[in-house]
């Protein structure tokens, strides 16, 4: 059996998603991201797979941002198969770029991450 993630996006704000970037920790991509449309639309984040190698899960991060407000975003994803660790998300947001790379991944992973911002109707959960 072959790990997959799939990132599942829902989108319940009125601005659309444009993908920014994506990461991979263990295993690969082999789809996505793409746009997320506004209004309660739904969208693919990614498939992340596992290599073939037995007992191999995969993990990864993909990117997003929001043009007006500027607003950008990671999401953190992983199955790790035949580990002590249970599977993980996270989430991280911000007022300014986040480069989606392994110092990105390091932090959500260990807990450094923002999961809400203010903004000027109300906040960004």
């Known amino acids: 059996m072959v790990h997959r993630i799939?990132?599942?996006?829902d989108n319940q704000t009125p601005f659309l998603l444009e993908p920014?970037?994506?990461?991979?920790?263990?295993?690969?991509?082999?789809q996505g991201p793409s746009s997320?449309?506004?209004y309660y639309s739904n969208g693919v984040g990614g498939i992340l797979q596992a290599s073939k190698a037995p007992w191999v899960g995969t993990a990864g991060?993909?990117?997003?941002q929001i043009s007006s407000p500027a607003v950008w975003m990671v999401m953190l994803?992983?199955?790790?198969?035949?580990?002590?660790?249970?599977?993980?998300?996270g989430?991280?947001?911000?007022?300014?770029?986040?480069?989606?790379?392994?110092?990105t991944y390091n932090?959500?992973?260990?807990g450094s991450d923002s999961k809400s911002?203010?903004?000027?109707?109300?906040?960004?959960?």
């Open 77 to 89: 994803a992983s199955d790790p198969d035949w580990s002590p660790e249970d599977n993980r998300t």
């Open 6 to 9: 799939t990132i599942v996006v």
């Open 36 to 38: 997320v449309q506004s």
């Open 107 to 110: 932090r959500i992973w260990n």
């Open 117 to 125: 911002i203010p903004l000027q109707k109300g906040v960004l959960t």
């Open 20 to 30: 920014n970037g994506k990461y991979t920790q263990w295993g690969d991509f082999v």
């Open 91 to 103: 989430v991280d947001l911000s007022l300014s770029s986040i480069p989606v790379n392994q110092d």
């Open 61 to 64: 991060m993909v990117g997003y």
